[in-house]
């Protein structure tokens, strides 16, 4: 059946994508380093990943993407897949296996830049025009301008929009 929904345009997105993950490297300012400690990968919900990151990861790892995703059903996504007590399967002695590749998600940790980011517990308030966030084993802080912030967040937003409207087009069709 063919669907009415107008498919996003693939090159457009992955060019998206790719600005996206330049901008949190050039604008996401390190005040406290990261530890290691690999809390941030325990007692996760999900950690979705979009079709180009699902891809990279792939190519990688020379493994097939059914090897470590899983269908999520709302909204259409995919996600990494996890342990049986909700690690990322990607954590091994506290170091990320796929770090050169990791999803947008956890390179951006402890930023976030969602809709719901400042209402997340990493949010640690704003002071002289900068977001503060800091990671659930308090060792790692990092602070971004609003302006930046405002634009990654809209920007993500949109994008994600369309990863979904490409999803549903797929599940309809
Ligand atoms: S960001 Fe924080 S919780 Fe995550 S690995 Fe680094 S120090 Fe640990
Ligand atoms: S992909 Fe790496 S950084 Fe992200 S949750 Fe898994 S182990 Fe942690």
């Known amino acids: 059946m063919v669907s009415n929904h107008i498919i996003p345009d693939l090159t457009d997105l992955k060019k998206t994508e790719d600005n996206l993950y330049r901008l949190i490297d050039k604008t996401v300012e390190i005040i406290s380093e990261c530890r290691m400690c690999g809390e941030c990968c325990k007692n996760l919900e ?92 308090t060792n790692c802080v990092v602070r971004i301008r609003v302006e930046d912030f405002i634009r990654i967040a809209s920007t993500r937003l949109f994008f994600l929009e369309n990863i979904i409207s490409l999803y549903s087009v797929i599940l309809r069709s």
């Open 46 to 137: 999900f950690i979705r990943i979009t079709p180009f990151e699902a891809d990279r990861i792939s190519k990688y790892l020379k493994r097939p993407i059914r090897d470590f995703t899983t269908i999520v059903r709302n909204p259409p996504s995919i996600a990494l897949k996890k342990d049986e007590n909700n690690t990322c399967i990607f954590l091994k002695d506290n170091r990320c296996m796929i770090h050169p590749v990791r999803p947008f998600q956890c390179r951006a940790i402890p930023a976030m830049f969602s809709s719901t980011a400042l209402e997340s517990p990493t949010y640690k308030g704003c002071r002289n025009g900068y977001y503060y966030f800091e990671c659930p084993s």
